[in-house]
């Protein structure tokens, strides 16, 4: 159980367009979703928190109009990198969290952007 | 400010042996952590779980334990093998809003 997937595991595109990542719990519903970027031999950084139905909340420094985050359903949100440059390549990484009161986040297998 | 690191950036150990990953965190207010183990190219797995009103929980060849007084959380790995190599992140959540503060990593390799 527990199972969070991610779609695509890999992408390549241009500078300036637009990449859209999925996040899906496969077997529970998801209050809350969150999504971290990583950068090589480095740490999870929290981007975003996001909440079925409600605005994403993001963290101090992202640019929350270039990193869209739409959280639809319990089981789906979606990170939209939008007008992607070459400093925007990393491994984006989504977690999710049970209905209220479970704590354990489930982590996703992570989706590597390379912007050329 | 506030935050979870590690005292060991890397950790090599032979296969058999015990291994002891260390993590020092800095919000006393803190009351849930977490390990998990990162593989090269894959998103992190959970391993163990501890809450705050504990000092010791175990799981199948992992322990972790959480030493309040000094704000040090480690896990200790059992007859390490080789597939438990991998990155090793400790994670602080602190209040309600479910918010994961990661450490650094500890990379294990494991010698045959």
């Known amino acids: 159980g527990a199972v969070v997937s991610q779609h695509p595991s890999w992408v390549i595109c241009k500078s300036g367009t637009s990449v859209k990542i999925e996040c899906r719990s496969l077997d529970f519903q998801a209050t809350t979703m969150f999504w971290y970027r990583q950068f090589p031999k480095q740490s999870l950084m929290l981007m975003a928190t996001s909440n079925e139905g409600s605005k994403a909340t993001y963290e101090q420094g992202v640019e929350k109009d270039k990193f869209l985050i739409n959280h639809a359903s319990l089981t789906l949100s979606t990170l939209t990198v939008t007008s992607a440059h070459p400093e925007d390549s990393s491994f984006y990484i989504c977690?999710?969290?049970?209905?209220?009161?479970?704590?354990?986040?489930?982590f996703g297998p992570g989706t590597r952007l390379l912007v050329l | 400010g506030e935050s979870v690191g590690l005292h060991l950036p890397t950790l090599s150990v032979q296969e058999g042996d015990n291994s002891i990953i260390n993590c020092a965190y800095s919000n006393s207010a803190s009351d849930y952590f977490i390990w998990y183990k990162q593989e090269s190219g894959k998103g992190p797995q959970f391993i163990i779980d501890i809450r705050s009103n504990m000092d010791k929980r175990q799981g199948q060849r992992v322990t972790v334990l959480l030493n309040k007084t000094v704000k040090h959380l480690s896990l200790q790995i059992a007859a390490t093998q080789p597939g438990d190599s991998a990155v090793y992140f400790c994670?602080?959540?602190?209040?309600?809003?479910?918010?994961?503060?990661f450490g650094k990593g500890t990379l294990l390799t494991v010698n045959p």
């Open positions: 994670a602080e959540n602190r209040g309600s809003n479910y918010k994961l503060t």
């Open positions: 977690s999710a969290r049970e209905s209220a009161g479970k704590e354990t986040q489930y």
